[in-house]
């Protein structure tokens, strides 16, 4: 089962944080709308439950990814955050977070434009047609 941690130490179930706290918390800031309600009876004591929108970037679990990918373009290790976010293994980490890590892609790219942008003389043969000396014959 997966967990929640409180700052107290406390275990709570992501699942019923999400649907009870983090869901309404974002319906009552106008992020998400309800769209209806639903109704249970227990014991001849009914309660009307709210429904809220679909939205799965608005759920709890960016928070997760959002702390995931600040700690690595802080610089942090992929070992530390994957020790942190409960992974099995840093593989597992680098298999959803790579595209964060600082530079992803960067430093390849500004390779490319420095060996596109040098003056490359090109390699010609001395005697060949397209040789400097040929061209300036009479």
Do not use: C
Not at 55 to 70: C, G, W
Not at 103 to 115: K, L, T, V
């Amino acid at each position: 089962m997966r967990l929640v941690i409180t700052s107290q130490g406390n275990r709570i179930n992501y699942s019923m944080w999400n649907r009870l706290s983090w869901v309404p918390a974002l319906a009552t800031a106008g992020v998400l709308k309800k769209v209806g309600e639903k109704v249970r009876t227990y014991g001849g004591r009914s309660r009307r439950y709210p429904i809220y929108e679909l939205s799965r970037e608005d759920m709890f679990h960016v928070l997760r990814h959002t702390y995931a990918s600040k700690q690595f373009e802080a610089g942090e290790s992929i070992v530390s955050v994957s020790a942190w976010l409960g992974h099995a293994s840093p593989q597992t980490t680098l298999t959803h977070y790579a595209h964060f890590m600082p530079g992803a892609g960067r430093r390849g790219h500004a390779a490319m434009d420095e060996w596109f942008g040098q003056d490359l003389q090109p390699n010609v043969p001395e005697k060949s047609l397209g040789a400097p000396q040929a061209r300036n014959m009479p």
